[in-house]
């Protein structure tokens, strides 16, 4: 079998007149007044809404076809192979592709919000002052570079002080210094009463990106380990610590006695598994050689108060390890990934090197981007709902919002019909799943109701000074939410995300204003392809509401069983079907998918194409769609799918996508899902000699 590897013209502004400069000199030289907030600036009324599709002609372009290859042998490279060809991957990047662009047209729009931020008087106090100095902390690196070290001493002292076990938990557990902890604790809903929060406890985060990294033997992660060694001895020789090879290879036998003790990312994607209600006397006595309650005294949680632990088997080895491991060997792991947390805020002689491991070594990116804009993702990582009001108020329309909730809608639609004619469910089971869709909600675009910042002090001299108060107050935020009922309309995403999300818990699919713009989605583009598309990452969001682990939540997002065991086994059948077609797949030599690990993508990428393409079957209303450039309708939605998925990485983050993330490369994406449909093979007219098909008895059918 082959081996399948994977601005918009800028708005008119309104044109700021004399009278800031008035209100500059009048505000000068005394406190701001609330009502001094300046208005934001809006897209000017008189500004003309493009009428063609951003991509010429009809929303995809033609030249991005491999017409050498035919559509059933590999579909992703005869839609895609053109453009794979001629494409490069920058060297600030470690791929490119439909996402990439996305993000870039996002930074450039924000980076357009600043700039006239940046022109204009902002009152003290208001988000646009805080937007504008927390991206002049971030570019001002030549009081970084003057400053070296000053802004960390106090942390790096009392890092290089700690005295025992309970030190050490306290520092790692200190949301102001941001290192990965063995155990990670936060507030979230509870599965068990999904109308109130509860505090979920698991393990930590590893220094590489999966436990894989650690276990598995292979040739070039022997090369990745011995570089992350030699990285751990070169922070600690910048720290200015001796015998640095010694106990970076201490603190790395550490890292690997812990990532042996984790679950693996299937495991951890368990609905069952990770549910695990205790008290936090319970957890005491569970896993009794960590000092939970010292940690948790200070949130407020008392050894009577719920808890819900996720890698429950893992916890009590881990605390042992945690308590057998010297003091001094965990003042290592503390400095070095204190570093690692921070190095991007310190001088280029931490900072260049952690490029050069992080960046460059496991993800082949080959230079930084330019620190501009490093500096409009760092703001948008940490004020973005502030940032992403103004996002939204000038670059997503109410048409956009309302042709979205239109598409959401049919393919909520298409999911009933689907649901309803399934032969392989009971009538018990299908009413159970057609009350769970009813009450599926879609936040499309942006919340209702935003998240608040006045409470925190932004300075454009004091670079890591923000970053601590933001991060207080992103864990002050989380555990407001204990014994609160949850908030509805809450959004943990930013409305300029490129990317979508579902809540198993709020039975609710997330589809930001940053994921709602070409090639996902384009006003002025063929309908075929925004189904194929934007339709299909609709489908998929439903679909992770059916999918191996959403399934086992019910319509309010309790975890509950609402299945025969009849039906549980013939979905569990089918998806192991789809397990088995994954595992076989190897994107680099040695180097299968893992399909047990993907599967609830795969699922959700089998579901959202195949329902997606019924939808946009509804959409025509019994009409014959026409035929463009000699491409039907249904053979437009597919090529909208393909565009939808077209990237292009390095090896290394394509490795690194294969051992750590749950979803599949995106060729596989594509051809992967598109072999299983009846409607592809009728649609490119695939045949028993083509090399992606599959006979019918042999395709995954489950939504």
Known sequence: MRKWLGVYVRSFQIIISLCWLVLFATACGKQDAPDERPVPAE???????????????????????????????????YANGGWLANATIPGDSSGTGFSVDMRNRTRERLASIISDIEDRYAARGSPEQRIRDLY???????????????????????????????DVALALA?????????????????????????????HGRL????????????????????????????????????????????????????????????????AELTFNPMTLGELEQFAPDYPWALLMDADGITDESALLVREKSALPELAALFRST???????????????????????????????????????????????????SFVDNRLGQEIGRLYVERYFSDDAKRQMTEIFE??????????????????????????KLDAMTGQIGYPEVWRDYSGVEISAFELFGNVRRLRSADKAS?????????????????????????????????????YIQSPLFDPNADPALNYGAIGSVVGHEIAHGFDDQGSRYGADGRLEN???????????????????????YEPLPGLNVNGRQTLGENIGDLAGVTVAYHAYLLSLNGEEPEVIDGFTGPQRFFLGRAQARRYKRTEQGLRKRILSQVHAPMALRVNGIVRNMDEWYDAFDVQPDNELYLAPEDRVRIW
């Open 326 to 376: 010297p003091v001094s060997q965990w003042r290592d792991y503390a400095l070095f990934h204190y570093v690692v947390a921070n190095a991007v805020y310190m001088p280029r002689k931490f900072s260049d090197p952690s490029f050069g491991f992080f960046r460059r070594t496991l993800h082949g990116q080959v230079q930084p981007r330019d620190r501009k804009w490093r500096a409009i």
């Open 562 to 584: 609402w299945w025969t065991d009849e039906d549980r086994a013939a979905f569990d059948s089918q998806g192991q079907r789809l397990v088995d077609q994954f595992n076989a």
């Open 478 to 514: 989380n555990l407001a939410r204990l014994n609160q009922a949850v908030e509805e309309g809450e959004w943990s995403r930013n409305p300029q995300t490129v990317n979508a999300s579902y809540s198993r818990t709020r039975n609710e699919a997330f589809i930001p204003a940053g």
């Open 43 to 77: 897209v000017s009324e008189e500004q003309e809404q493009p009428t063609e599709p951003l991509i010429k002609p009809w929303g995809y372009p033609l030249d991005a076809f491999d017409r050498a290859t035919r559509p059933g042998d590999d579909f992703f490279i």
């Open 136 to 166: 002049k902390s971030f570019m001002d690196e030549a009081r970084i570079e003057i400053a070296q070290l000053e802004p960390f001493e106090s942390d790096l002292d009392r890092l290089k002080g700690l005295q025992d076990h309970e």
């Open 207 to 270: 220094g590489l990106p999966d436990r894989t990294y650690y276990l598995l033997q292979s040739r070039r992660l022997d090369v990745i380990r011995a570089e992350y060694v030699t990285h751990i001895e070169e922070v600690l020789t910048l720290l200015d610590e001796q015998n640095a090879r010694l106990r970076a290879e201490a603190v790395f036998q550490l890292e690997s006695r812990i990532a042996e003790l984790h679950w693996t990312r299937a495991d951890r994607r368990n």
């Open 410 to 435: 049919n393919v909520k639609a298409a999911y009933r019909t689907r649901i309803e004619n399934l032969t392989w469910m009971t009538a018990s089971t299908k009413q159970a799943a057609l009350e």
């Open 174 to 202: 200190d949301p102001e210094m941001g290192i990965a902890s063995v155990f990670e604790a936060g507030v979230g809903i509870n599965p068990e009463r999904p109308t109130d929060y509860i505090m979920r406890v698991g």
